[in-house]
């Protein structure tokens, strides 16, 4: 391993460690699984009549829900009505028990379906399950003990039935509503149900997800709303041949929507994939903590949806273990409508609220507890991600940013192979999209368009991207993976990593909200990087005053001490010159200083710039004033001034290519090292003689 690669491993090794110890253990447990492998294919929608209906006895009740019906849909369903009191069965878990060969079709009618036979807890064996208990709260149980005890989890449970169609009778989903009451984990479970089809109905109200579906090969979930959950609203995980069309999730405390490990299909490729595992279009998901959640959401595209009023749009990330397929890869977003997704739900967390018992949490009137740490008021958040494709997207109206991006050390999801560490985030393109102004024309602007902590290789975005940190981005050329310019870092911008291992402490179970991250409500002087900043300027403050205090005793002493008229006039000049440049360049000093802790507090790449030039002028000019008398001090400041002037450059002008480590890295820990070589110099020193002075003072100058 060359010695820079080796560097900079270490480095990654460190900060990983930190970032592990901070991080919660996982976002969702499940039993070992196996992705599939490829094979199925997406189902059709089949228009037949239904071979079981499912519906309520109370006649009354049927007609008030059907009164608004159109007439022809009215009559279909006042039909089945008939029919299914003679031949049908009162709960959709009852119907899906009778189900015995593949291609069948169920039929719910309209009502409120709560599922009474499933709700009772465990008993018997079913009760003592020898299965590991997950850090939220549940069993890890294996699909053999899904078959045996179907209700220990799930209000209704799918289990190996192929080829099913489950289909509300309604005019719109909220016809027919499956209600687990917080009750269950999940309120349908679809587990090894290869070309399982779900359309037009409300799944509700659990302690986990509304619609789970696991280890499947081919799905659809057509006109399917999903509301008021702990956790997800739709849930697939480890699938392929998937399709979300013309959903809606709201109130869930983690994802509306969920894909999780999909199937890593396009692993190994570049951005040319002949397929992508799973489509999601026309969907909204609105009022979540998360819109949209891919941990490990592989060849995904996603598509004509719309993400808003949630804290963030739409996340993809690879900071969780055991879930299979990371690092996330290979998703595509494109012509999605996302905004205004600035709700802040930390309010709930920490008044005490969602410690309550799910069903006194109110999430009927708006509640939405987060399980997840993450920054309120962003468009679209990658966390350790490779071959993104954001496309064509609409993005206003977010406090934060329109996009982030943020790399994720492989220690994290328990890769522990070094030369990994740097393995995300890798080749995202962000091209065509527009920012600041809604369908309608009505300028909305981010706060910033764009977030992006520095590292990863081959990153770019479109031009004209409007206020981004930093200030200046790599460029996408017309053709991935090119780029007109970038950069490749192995390791994020140190302010931005601290950040985010300081933020990455959030707790839901606990109820702990960092201090100092401003995700969760720190401003101003509050926040852990104007902190850092403020503690910078002053002990760097203190160290200019120290210099220009020592100038001016120097020509104070040069000029009151008798034993000097010996001295020549240019020697006192010069000192007098010397005395000229550390003050100006002090002052300088102190004007950066300030304005990079209100950088900070503003989180401004511009003043941050400016901030950096001034105490550049002021390394360089105090410098030059030592170099003379304290050679090897006054050229590393020069060199320090130098790195400064380069950092500045690198946010905001150009991305310096090549290097592996921004410039930032290097000024700041050369800058700590300066520091104790400035207390050294500065150090009172044996008082000399009258007739050493005038010596002494020829040899300096």
Request: proline letters at 6%; glycine letters at 10%; aromatic letters at 10%.
């Amino acid at each position: 391993m060359p010695p820079m690669r080796r560097f900079a491993t270490v480095v990654a090794l460190s900060s990983s460690l930190l970032l592990l110890l901070a991080a919660p253990a996982l976002a969702h447990e499940e039993r070992p699984i196996t992705l599939p492998d490829g094979s199925g294919s997406l189902p059709v929608l089949r228009r037949a009549e239904p071979d079981l209906l499912v519906c309520k006895t109370d006649a009354d009740d049927f007609a008030r829900r059907i009164a608004a019906f159109p007439d022809p849909l009215k009559q279909r369903n006042l039909s089945l009505f008939a029919k299914c009191q003679k031949s049908g069965v009162r709960d959709l878990q009852e119907a899906v028990d009778k189900v015995d060969r593949p291609g069948m079709t169920i039929a719910l009618l309209p009502g409120l379906y709560q599922e009474e036979p499933s709700q009772a807890a465990p008993t018997g064996d079913c009760a003592h399950l020898p299965a590991r208990w997950s850090t939220w709260g549940y069993q890890i149980l294996s699909f053999e003990q899904q078959q045996r005890c179907p209700h220990n989890q799930n209000l209704v449970a799918i289990l190996g039935k192929k080829d099913l169609q489950i289909e509300g009778t309604g005019a719109s989903p909220l016809d027919v509503i499956v209600d687990a009451q917080y009750r269950k984990l999940n309120a349908i479970r679809a587990d090894r149900t290869d070309g399982v089809y779900f359309r037009n109905l409300t799944a509700q109200r659990t302690t986990f997800n509304s619609l789970y579906i696991l280890e499947t090969d081919g799905f659809v979930i057509d006109q399917v709303l999903t509301r008021w959950n702990d956790e997800y609203g739709f849930l697939t995980f480890a699938s392929d041949h998937g399709l979300y069309t013309d959903c809606e999730a709201y109130g869930n405390g983690d994802g509306g929507l969920y894909p999780g490990s999909a199937s890593n299909i396009n692993d190994g490729r570049g951005h040319e994939v002949p397929r992508y595992a799973i489509e999601i279009r026309r969907c909204k998901s609105h009022d979540n903590a998360l819109g949209y959640s891919g941990t490990a959401g592989d060849s995904m595209w996603v598509h004509d949806n719309e993400f808003y009023d949630n804290m963030v749009g739409a996340t993809m990330d690879s900071l969780w273990p055991s879930h299979p397929g990371l690092p996330q890869n290979h998703a595509k977003f494109e012509r999605n409508e996302i905004h205004d997704n600035n709700k802040d739900y930390y309010e709930y967390t920490r008044n005490g609220t969602c410690a309550k018992p799910p069903a006194q949490r109110g999430y009927e009137q708006g509640v939405v507890c987060s399980q997840t740490g993450a920054p309120p008021g962003t468009g679209v958040l990658v966390a350790g991600g490779n071959y993104n494709v954001f496309r064509n997207n609409q993005i206003w109206g977010h406090n934060r940013a329109g996009f982030g991006l943020f790399g994720v050390p492989a220690f994290i999801r328990g890769e522990n192979d070094l030369a990994k560490q740097a393995d995300t985030s890798n080749y995202n393109r962000y091209e065509g999209n527009v920012f600041g102004v809604s369908p309608t024309g009505e300028r909305r602007p981010n706060a910033l368009d764009v977030w992006w902590d520095g590292q990863g290789t081959g990153n770019c975005w479109q031009a004209g991207v409007g206020r981004s940190s930093p200030a200046t981005l790599p460029v996408c050329a017309a053709k991935a993976p090119e780029l007109s310019g970038g950069s490749s870092r192995w390791l994020a911008e140190p302010v931005k990593l601290t950040k985010l291992y300081l933020c990455a402490d959030y707790s839901a179970a606990q109820a702990r909200l960092p201090a100092g991250c401003d995700w969760f409500g720190a401003s101003g002087f509050g926040k852990v990087e104007t902190q850092l900043a403020l503690g910078g300027s002053v002990v760097l403050g203190l160290i200019a005053a120290l210099f220009c205090r020592r100038a001016g005793q120097a020509v104070r002493l040069r000029k009151g001490d008798p034993s000097s008229n010996g001295v020549a006039p240019a020697v006192a000049a010069r000192s007098e010159y010397r005395q000229r440049l550390i003050v100006a360049g002090s002052l300088c000093g102190f004007v950066g200083l300030a304005l990079d802790v209100l950088a900070a507090a503003a989180e401004s790449t511009l003043l941050a710039a400016l901030a950096l030039l001034l105490m550049a002028a002021w390394w360089l000019c105090l410098g030059a004033a030592l170099r003379r008398g304290r050679a090897v001090f006054g050229w590393f400041t020069i060199v320090l001034g130098l790195l400064a002037g380069v950092d500045a450059f690198d946010r905001v002008v150009y991305l310096i290519p090549v290097i592996p480590l921004g410039p930032g890295w290097s000024r700041g820990l050369l800058t700590g090292f300066w520091v104790l070589c400035a207390v050294v110099v500065l150090a009172p020193r044996r008082r000399r003689t009258a007739d050493e002075a005038p010596l002494q003072a020829e040899v300096r100058a």
